[in-house]
Structure formats: C-alpha cells, structure tokens
C-alpha cells in the first residue's frame, strides 16, 4: 500500500513538493483553503481580463536551469507556456533622482557590457562583481542540483557568503550609483541594508543574468500541471476547505481536521502555510514554547501595493521587458521602512497572452510597501475595510500613475480600467503573516535564526514552501527537494532529476 501523505496548503511549495513525492510512490492529498489552489500562482478576473497574482518573472527556466530539469523529471516540461524576455534588453530601470536610464542585457558579458556603457571606469569592477556573484551561486549544491554531503560548509567556503548584500556589491563596485543600480532586484527579495545575505543577492541575480521568463496566458496553468502530476499518480488537490486543526500526541501528528469537518489520516503531514499560522492550528503544546517565540521574532520581508490594468485596446506597447522605477539611489535598500515617503519604486510589466502582437492588453505594477501602511485596518475584512481605506488606495495609485507617467507619457489615457490590492490583500488571499511577499528576512548576522529547518520536532511533519532556505519561483522547488529528501534520503530526489533522460 502507498504511504499517505497530506499537505497543509496547495501553493508553489506544496504543489511541487505534492507532484515530486507523487512521482515516487506517494498517494497525496492537498488542501487548501481558498477555492484556487497556486499561491502566487492564481489568477482571478476582473474587466473581462485575467490577472495573475505573482510569479510576473521567472527563472530557471531556461534550457539546462535548475527548473527546467525539476520540469522536465516531472514531465510537464513540453506543456509549460512561457516567453523568454529579450537579450538585448532583459530589464530596464529608471532613477528619477537625475532621471536616468539603465538597460541590462543577458548573459555575463551582456550584463556587463550594458552596465558599462553608463559606467566605463568601472568595466573591470563590473567583470570582477559578476564572476563573484556567479561563483557563489556556483558553489551551491542545490541550487546547481549536484549531489551535497549534507554540511552547511557553502557557508564557510567563502568570505562573501555571509557578507551583507550592500556590503558584497561595494566590495567590487566603487562608483556609488552603480552600486545602486546592481541592488535594482531588491524588490524581489526584500533586500535590507546591512542584513541580507550575499548569497540571496547572488543567486536570485544568477537567475536572471542567465535570463528570465514570463508566463504566456497566465500563471495558473502552471499549477494545474503540477495538480496533474499529483491526481494522475492516484492523488488528489481538494480546494476551499482549510485545514482548522491538527492533532498532535507525543510528538505525532495523528489526523487533521478541514472546516468541512473531514478529517485525514497520513503516514506524513507538510505544511506548505506560514510557520506563524501553522502554529495556531494545533495546541500550543505541541512545539516548545521556544520554538513559537522564535517563529514569532524572525522578521518577514515587506509586502507590496499593487496595480491591475487593463488597457484600451491598442494604445500601450507590449514590452518583453520588465521596467523598474526607483526615486533616489540612497534608498534602493530602504524598501522595508517606514520613515521614508512611499513610494520608493515599483516594478511593471505587461503579461504575454498567445499570439502576443505588437500591443498589450494589461499591465501589472507592484510596489513594495510595509505593512505598517494598513496596521490601522489590520482587524478588518475583505469588502468591510471602510471608506477610509478604499479613498487611501484610490491614493496611493495615484501616486504610482504619477511615477508611471514620468517614464511613459500619456500613459493614464491608455487605462480602461483598474483594480488594487494592498498588503492586507496579500495577507488575507495568501494566509501570510503581515502580508510577506518573500516570507522570512534572512539576515547575515544571525543565519541560524532566519534559517528554517523543513524538519521539525514533531516526527510525521515537515516544512516546505518559502520560509525555508530561498523563495520565489526557483527557491520554494528547491526547497521542496529539501521537504522530499527529509523522507525520502539525502540526494534521492537530486539523482533522480540528474538521471532524467532529454
């Protein structure tokens, strides 16, 4: 008989860790609790149009990454639709402080090459600061997907590990505006002065210097693949009906039990939720109380205010490209606070649809912003927060069209329609503490304490999902390697991948 196994939430991390172990032998069962399963993943429709929620830009998808052989082991590689960015032009930013434009193109030499043209001096440094950022992406396992001992030593291979981002960059760089200029991803990491390690500026970097895709048609498509993988090895993904309680005794989980009033029996539990949410579904003796104080302390990254539009029909060019709009360069770090004027830049792209022709018909812009920006409607719920809040949105996406207008002209007459979301939007649709876009800060002068284990003290229940190790579309499936390996041994999952034929 298969073993069972249940999984406490059907996003990213709970998809590719249920589609891997139903791969190798595993009868798995996904529940989540809204009526969409994927996360980052969903979409939903307004205006006639569809929306995707996240994941706008992904990597490792390119021939021979890291997700594209996680893809290809799980057989849905031929079926994902995705449009890679351009080469020449795979991002391009904007500093409103001189009003200056940067491109970067793809690969080693384009991304320095395409810097250097803004910066000549610094054409060696740039060369020097990306075969750094390469070379620890390089030393990890994981990451590369080679067979690891299992030791943590990626952390003392190198004095630039665990060197703080800001830090790492002005180790190579001297010109002051180009170290901001190479902190632009910060808005998809959560990055921090003085605290986020080098390494998650060098991997997600790696990422995209190698280049970066989009989603053709939306993202959800992808989660049905991977739910595909899952029901067709004889397992099931059950939307709207949310874990409520978990069983525990002597450090065992003996069942849950669904708002529906099911409960499910398994060999082994994942939660694929928020740690701090995962918490409050068993009694509180099931974890040392020092465990849960610790959860409750780690920092998460800052959440993001957000604008879904759809376009007058031919009026705005499709741009395979996505576009950064930073205000000043001293504060390209300073994403996550809340004494600086919001906002401080934002990230907009339009989405691929089949036969994408010359003219768009949405754009996405997301906007980093702290939580503490809604703590005053934090008790609220969807569609009873007040007029208070809906005129403050309304507000705050003006703001953001007046940035938007400062790089493309004209571009309000081009909108037919809009809608928001806030980070209480986040916090609610995802079931994450205060709205966290990148779950977890990792923080260099304390690895330990922003690291998290999949494994836990109770035997039959495992971690995945973004708080662990990396997030994002390429971290949460490595981490679900991480989840699978807990079960299934050290490398199993790695060589299986590896002995996956073309």
């Known amino acids: 008989m298969k073993q069972q196994v249940v999984i406490i939430g059907g996003g990213l991390g709970g998809l590719f860790t249920g589609a891997i172990l139903s791969k190798e032998g595993f009868c798995v069962t996904i529940l989540e609790k809204n009526a969409m399963i994927g996360g980052g993943l969903q979409t939903f429709q307004r205006f006639g149009e569809h929306f995707d929620t996240g994941m706008h830009v992904i990597g490792g998808m390119q021939p021979g990454g ?124 959560g990055g921090r002065a003085h605290e986020t390690p080098a390494y998650v500026h060098a991997i997600i970097s790696t990422l995209y210097i190698k280049g970066a895709s989009r989603f053709v048609d939306g993202s959800y498509h992808f989660a049905q693949l991977l739910a595909e993988v899952i029901t067709s090895n004889g397992g099931q993904v059950i939307a709207g009906d949310a874990v409520e309680w978990i069983n525990v005794t002597e450090r065992n989980v003996d069942y849950v039990r669904t708002k529906s009033g099911k409960k499910y029996v398994a060999d082994y539990f994942i939660s694929d939720i928020h740690p701090c949410a995962l918490m409050r579904l068993m009694d509180e003796k099931a974890f040392p109380k020092s465990y849960r104080e610790r959860l409750e302390t780690i920092p998460n990254t800052h959440s993001a205010f957000a604008l879904y539009i759809k376009l007058k029909p031919e009026t705005f060019p499709y741009i395979n490209h996505s576009e950064y709009y930073m205000t000043r360069y001293d504060d390209v770090w300073n994403f996550s606070r809340t004494d600086k004027q919001w906002p401080l830049g934002f990230m907009m792209m339009t989405p691929p649809s089949s036969n994408q022709g010359h003219y768009a018909k949405k754009v996405l812009i997301t906007a980093p912003m702290p939580f503490d920006m809604v703590r005053r409607w934090e008790n609220t719920t969807v569609g009873h927060r007040g007029d208070e809040y809906e005129a403050w949105k ?31 939007t986040i916090r609610d649709f995802y079931g994450v503490k205060n709205g966290s876009i990148c779950g977890f800060a990792k923080n260099c002068q304390n690895i330990v304490l922003s690291q998290l284990p999949v494994v836990t003290k109770i035997r039959n229940l495992l971690l995945t999902g973004q708080n662990n190790n990396l ?32």
Request: with cysteine; proline share 3%; glycine share 4%.
């Open 471 to 502: 997030h994002g579309f390429c971290g949460v499936p490595l981490t679900a390697i991480n989840t699978c390996e807990a079960i299934l041994g050290l490398n199993y999952i790695v060589n299986r991948i590896n002995a996956c034929a073309d």
């Open 394 to 424: 309304m507000k705050c996406a003006e703001l953001l069209l007046n940035q938007i207008e400062e790089i493309h002209p004209s571009f309000q007459q081009c909108i037919e329609a809009m809608n928001t979301s806030s980070p209480l």
């Open 66 to 189: 890291n997700i594209w052989k996680i893809c290809r082991y799980l057989g849905i590689l031929n079926d994902v639709k995705i449009r890679n960015v351009d080469n020449e032009c795979s991002d391009r930013l904007y500093f409103a402080e001189d009003k200056s434009y940067f491109t970067i193109a793809k690969g080693r030499d384009g991304f320095v090459s395409s810097l250097a043209q803004s910066f000549p001096d610094e054409h060696s440094n740039l060369e020097r600061y990306v075969d750094a950022v390469l070379d620890i992406a390089d030393k990890v396992d994981l990451f590369n997907l080679r067979p690891s001992s299992g030791q943590i030593s990626l952390f003392t291979e190198s004095n630039d590990f665990l060197m703080a981002a800001d830090a790492f960059i002005a180790k190579y760089i001297t010109d002051e505006r180009l170290r901001s200029v190479l902190a632009y991803m910060n808005p998809l990491y």
